[in-house]
């Protein structure tokens, strides 16, 4: 069990496109989900904590109204880039959490490509 | 905030020995510990995580060790494989929230 699924695996667009990408638990219900970023050879960094029917938290230096989070379902939590530009070329991770103090599950992440 | 330091970056061991790696974290609050194995376009995979009321914890090849003193924990592979080439990532937190990670090592193993 806990399978965590995300749409799509890997995306290119131009500059200025907006993208949505989907983190879904597919054998849970999460109560939180949490959005990271991957630059190539290096860690992930965690961008925004997402509760079900509330707002997301967004960490120091993200911008909340860049990186949209929505998180309308307990299974189901939405991360759009709105006008992507080059610079936010990433790995995109999400990961799910069923309950406090259980591990977190990743997806397997979405490799963004802006031109 | 918490912040999580790695070491090796790059650990190449022989197939069949052990592979060790370490990493100190600085939030006394923090109270969770996991390990993830990251291969080559994939998300990470939890692999063993420790909690703070226990100080080692052991699953076939792989265990890890915590001392809360002096906040460092450690992944110990014993009999590596081929397929246990990858980057590992080490990480800590709370019980809900978001996690920090060490900047991963990558582990090579020649066969």
């Known amino acids: 069990g806990a399978v965590v699924s995300q749409h799509p695996s890997w995306v290119i667009c131009k500059s200025g496109t907006s993208v949505k990408i989907e983190c879904r638990s597919l054998?849970?219900?999460?109560?939180?989900m949490f959005w990271y970023r991957q630059f190539p050879k290096q860690s992930l960094m965690l961008m925004a904590t997402s509760n079900e029917g509330s707002k997301a938290t967004y960490e120091q230096g993200v911008e909340k109204d860049k990186f949209l989070i929505n998180h309308a379902s307990l299974t189901l939590s939405t991360l759009t880039v709105t006008s992507a530009h080059p610079e936010d070329s990433s790995f995109y991770i999400c990961?799910?959490?069923?309950?406090?103090?259980?591990?977190?599950?990743f997806g397997d992440g979405t490799r963004l490509s802006i031109l | 905030g918490e912040n999580v330091e790695q070491h090796p970056s790059t650990l190449s061991v022989q197939e069949g020995d052990s592979a060790v790696i370490k990493c100190t974290y600085s939030d006394s609050a923090s109270n969770y510990f996991p390990w993830y194995k990251q291969e080559l376009g994939k998300g990470p995979q939890l692999i063993i995580d420790i909690r703070s009321n226990v100080g080692e914890k052991k699953d076939q090849r792989i265990a890890v060790t915590l001392n809360k003193t002096a906040k460092h924990f450690s992944l110990h592979i014993t009999e590596t494989q081929p397929e246990d080439s990858a980057v590992y990532f080490c990480?800590?937190?709370?019980?809900?929230?978001?996690?920090?990670f060490g900047k991963g090592t990558h582990l090579i193993i020649q066969p």
């Open positions: 990480a800590a937190g709370g019980g809900a929230d978001g996690l920090t």
């Open positions: 990961s799910a959490l069923r309950a406090p103090n259980q591990p977190q599950h």
């Open positions: 054998d849970f219900q999460a109560t939180t």
